[in-house]
């Protein structure tokens, strides 16, 4: 019987497996096919090659678009829902001007752990010259593409006032987030500001389109053990041991600084100031978590992290819509701790000196990427490469870590995620004492 049949006959739906489960146990069934691959050979034989190129990435793909396609009406219209739920501008400030202190404070923290583990550690010394130039050489042509993505990007004063748009349709087709997001703050504030009858039915239009997409995304994340199954499948068969051999020490060092942020400065915040237990947080957040390491992207995690911000965390809309919307784009933490060691390491690599003002320069300008970065796939290397650029780092050196940046990519992006709702967890903590947790069982 179907879970709408035994509805009507008045039963309870079936209780599946929860979907976090489904998604673990996907990415251990897919990284077992990787691995199996990988023995066999890996891309260069003939089937792992098919079943990549006509299974794996056009259906991974298509998940991945179907959530990008949706993110977007959902980001504008969650971020403006929650403002008019604060009810007044001076809330907003409020809430606001907390979540931007405490997305500064944590990123700063999270570059000075990464700064701290690379010079001591040192992973760039000692690599084989002839090893290093044939991961450069390999990896040129995608290296290439991101160098001439960071030139193209406004920098400085321009950046800042790119975030105002000319135009909020050519921003929305354009994928400028934060342009949308700053469109959305403005129409959020003039709906609290105008409290006329046409004002409330624009209001209500824009929670329909809230509503619907959540419903939408809702029936796309179904297919995300599918997606999650083919996406560790792809990228384990076609890593290979070997490159990870070359640069393990390089990932160990990214690896363990996000794990002191995750697990160390996470919990404390979380602790002393949202007032919560770091463990009953960490375990009420794993299905977003799980999300956001298996597609190695915030925005598409968007929709799964406000749903554990309600149903788990019990955070109050008004905070979670506005807080989580904003930091999909603009908290990536973790992004910025990736960003610093990777420019050292690149530096190290080339053995070039960076004096401590050049690494405080490097350090503020990972906190500013981190909170511009795209929330997407690989979003933060143009950033890498435009920060090499500054402090005398040959750009083209990213292609040393292309091979090992789609894990580390998954593994930052759970960290930015996690970061996400811990901000709105603390943001929270000030704002109304948390409801208690659902009972188990």
Not at 59 to 64: A, G, I, R, Y
Not at 164 to 176: I, Q, R, S
Request: net charge neutral; glycine share 10%; proline share 5%.
């Amino acid at each position: 019987m179907s879970d709408a049949a035994a509805i009507a006959d008045g039963a309870p739906p079936r209780k599946g497996m929860p979907l976090h489960l489904k998604m673990l146990l996907a990415f251990a069934l897919g990284t077992i096919a990787g691995i199996v691959a990988q023995l066999a050979g890996g891309g260069d034989v003939e089937w792992v090659a098919a079943a990549t190129k006509w299974v794996a990435t056009p259906l991974s793909d298509l998940f991945l678009k179907l959530i990008f396609m949706l993110v977007l009406p959902l980001l504008f219209s969650a971020l403006v829902v929650g403002i008019t739920e604060m009810g007044d501008v001076r809330a907003l400030g409020r809430i606001g001007w907390r979540t931007l202190a405490y997305t500064v404070v944590l990123s700063a923290i999270a570059v000075l752990i990464g700064l701290v583990l690379v010079n001591w550690i040192q992973p760039g010394v000692g690599m084989d010259r002839a090893e290093m130039e044939a991961l450069v050489t390999s990896n040129a042509a995608a290296a290439q593409t991101h160098v001439e993505s960071a030139r193209t990007q406004p920098q400085g004063l321009a950046m800042i006032l790119d975030i105002v748009p000319n135009n909020v349709v050519e921003a929305a087709a354009g994928n400028k987030i934060l342009a949308v997001m700053f469109f959305a703050v403005m129409l959020g504030i003039g709906l609290v500001i105008n409290r006329t009858p046409a004002a409330a039915a624009l209001l209500r239009a824009i929670e329909g389109l809230f509503e619907v997409s959540m419903t939408l995304i809702g029936l796309v994340i179904r297919l995300a053990p599918y997606a999650v199954f083919l996406l560790m499948f792809k990228l384990v068969a076609h890593l290979g041991v070997e490159l990870l051999g070359k640069l393990a020490v390089y990932v160990v060092v990214v690896v363990a600084a996000l794990a002191i942020h995750l697990l160390v400065t996470y919990s404390l915040g979380i602790k002393l100031i949202g007032k919560r237990s770091p463990l009953a947080f960490f375990r009420d957040s794993e299905e977003a978590m799980l999300m956001a390491f298996s597609t190695a992207s915030s925005n598409a995690t968007l929709p799964v992290s406000l749903r554990v911000a309600d149903e788990k965390l019990r955070l109050p809309p008004k905070v979670s819509r506005f807080v989580l919307t904003v930091g999909a784009t603009a908290n990536q933490n973790g992004t910025a701790l990736f960003e610093g060691v990777t420019v050292l390491f690149l530096a190290q690599l080339f053995g070039i000196e960076l004096s401590l003002a050049q690494q405080a320069t490097v350090m503020f300008v990972c906190i500013l990427g981190g909170i511009g970065t795209a929330g997407v796939p690989a979003g933060s290397l143009p950033v890498v490469a435009l920060i090499c650029a500054m402090v005398g780092v040959p750009p083209e050196g990213l292609g040393i870590i292309l091979g090992v940046n789609h894990f580390l990519d998954m593994c930052r992006t759970t960290v930015n995620v996690t970061g996400d709702l811990g901000i709105a967890a603390m943001v929270a903590g000030g704002e109304t004492t948390p409801a208690p947790a659902p009972a188990s069982g």
